[in-house]
């Protein structure tokens, strides 16, 4: 089976910084797309940015210029740099990847369980 485990989150100051970690593990053949997602007290989840494996990236507005999506390859990781934090960013953050398993011919959708950000002011 696949797992997705995310590591990294917890309670910052406004101004600071978090770095978010989510490891793949399980009958992996290949991983094409990594991201994250966060989801706020009574909101929708909506993407935050997500990195391809050629590093293609994707960013919401929001996280633009203030966030950094990264992967590491060899350890089937993606990261997530957050620098100026802002209370607004308080949510649930969930890693997602396209994965396909070994002996699949297809590649499905998969889900961290989430970690919690909370931003103070």
């Known amino acids: 089976q696949v797992q997705l485990v995310e590591s990294g989150g917890g309670l910052v100051q406004a101004g600071g910084s978090l770095t978010l970690s989510c490891a793949a593990s399980?009958?992996?053949?290949?991983?094409?797309?990594m991201g994250w997602y966060r989801q706020a007290p009574g909101e929708q989840r909506e993407l935050v940015a997500t990195?391809?494996?050629?590093?293609?990236?994707i960013y919401a507005d929001s996280a633009k210029d203030r966030f950094t999506i990264s992967r590491d390859n060899a350890k089937s990781t993606v990261y997530l740099q957050m620098n100026s934090l802002k209370p607004e960013d308080t949510a649930v953050y969930s890693c997602?990847?396209?994965?396909?398993?070994?002996?699949?011919?297809?590649?499905?959708?998969?889900w961290g369980q989430g970690t919690q950000v909370t931003v103070s002011s």
């Open positions: 997602n990847a396209i994965i396909r398993r070994l002996l699949s011919t297809s590649s499905y959708n998969y």
């Open positions: 399980g009958s992996i053949f290949s991983i094409s797309i």
């Open positions: 990195i391809s494996s050629g590093g293609g990236r």
